[in-house]
Every structure is written in C-alpha cells, then in structure tokens.
C-alpha cells in the first residue's frame, strides 16, 4: 500500500464547477505539500500545511492531523487549471518526501 | 539565479553509456532531493541529502546510480550503464533548514533523459 494515496486519478469538470481532490497517508508527517504540474512538466509548489486550513485565490487547502487526510478544493475552475495535482508529505522528523500518485484535472470550458 | 537549476534540460544518451546530471539548489538551502517521473507515472522518489547527514538513499532503483553533494550545495545524479528502463524526467527539489511544520520545497524543471 503507497503511504500517500490520492483520488480520484482523473478528473473532468466543466468550467465553473467546484472540483475536490482528497489525499490520505500513513505515516507521521510534520507537513503536507499540494503541488501542480502542468504539461511541460514544470512543478509549482501551491501549498505547505502542517494544520487547519489555508487559502489563495480560488484555491483552498486544509488538512485533519488525526484523520490523516487533506483536500485541496477550486473553486469556480477555469479551463486554465488543467494539470495534475499532487500531494506530498514530509515525513516527520526527517524531512524526507513521499508522493501521492497525482490526480489529473481537465476542465473543459 | 533565485530558483533550483538543473542541467541540461534534455540529454539523449546511447544504452550502455553513463550520464551526469546536475543540481544546482537554491542557496542556503539544506535539504535536496532527486526524484524521477517515467512517462504517465507519478513521481518516484530517488535520494535525499539533508545537511551533512549520510543521505537517504533507499530509492536509489539500482547500483548503477548514485549522488552526491559536493560542499553541501551542488548535486550530481550518476547513472552509469544506461538503459532504456532509465528514461525519465529526473528533477531536483531543494529546501530550508528543517524546523516544525516542515519547509517549502522548489522544484527544478527537471533533466529529460532518453535513452536509445
């Protein structure tokens, strides 16, 4: 079994809509990363949570320590958001990474 | 520059041959990390160097790679003998001093390597 297990794998939307992607883990963590790739395959850092909730534009990330679970949550997507998401943790207190195996989003307009 | 560099960003290489692939982290930081993405698949983690810790190299897939951190800065990925099997976008992760709550990790645009 992975330690960082995402869904769902593949994911459509129509522009507009809100579109969530879960990721659960097994390991200790001392925080939980949600990155995007676009194709090209340049990867941006989008957020790191050790806790609770953050947001940025229309992007929302929030984590439950004891559940082991994040979700990283769009609002009103845009065509432009098409990508493969990723979560990541590092484990705790090493700092080492582990990758979930990316959702990948298309919105369609 | 201000952000992880890698060099090159494609190298085609025959099988058989090694290959040198470099990891510039951004200054100050730490921790680096190797990992490699094989076409469609997820990100694979490869080594992990933290200070002047022994690495972590249990993702290492076979003896024919290896890394190293020269001066606590630099990385080199060496995969000698190179099969076809090797082909994948190879990036490089850096980040800060670890401290509670973790640390924001940059990525590099990655080394395209094909083998034929």
């Known amino acids: 079994k992975n330690e960082v297990e995402q869904s769902p794998q593949n994911l459509t939307a129509q522009e507009g809509e809100f579109i969530t992607i879960n990721c659960s883990y097994s390991v200790g963590i001392s925080a939980l990363h949600w990155l995007q790739q676009h194709p090209g395959g340049g990867i941006v850092s989008l957020f790191m949570l050790s806790s609770g909730k953050k947001k940025h534009g229309r992007l929302i990330a929030t984590i439950n320590i004891q559940e082991k679970h994040s979700s990283l949550h769009i609002t009103a997507s845009h065509p432009r958001d098409s990508a493969v998401y990723i979560c990541a943790v590092q484990v705790h207190n090493n700092n080492d990474m582990r990758f979930g195996a990316g959702t990948r989003l298309t919105v369609k307009p | ?116």
């Open chain 2, 1 to 116: 520059g201000a952000g992880v560099s890698q060099s090159p960003s494609n190298k085609v290489t025959e099988k058989g041959k090694d290959v040198e692939l470099r990891c510039d982290p951004i200054s100050g930081h730490t921790a680096l990390y190797w990992y490699r993405q094989s076409l469609g698949q997820g990100l694979e983690f490869l080594i992990y160097f933290q200070g002047n810790s022994a690495p972590d190299k249990s993702g290492l897939p076979s003896d024919r790679f290896s890394a190293e951190r020269t001066g606590g800065s630099v990385s080199t990925l060496t995969i000698q003998r190179t099969q076809q099997e090797d082909s994948a976008v190879y990036l490089c992760a850096s980040s800060p001093a670890l401290r509670t709550g973790g640390s924001e990790a940059f990525f590099g645009q990655g080394t395209r390597l094909t083998v034929v």
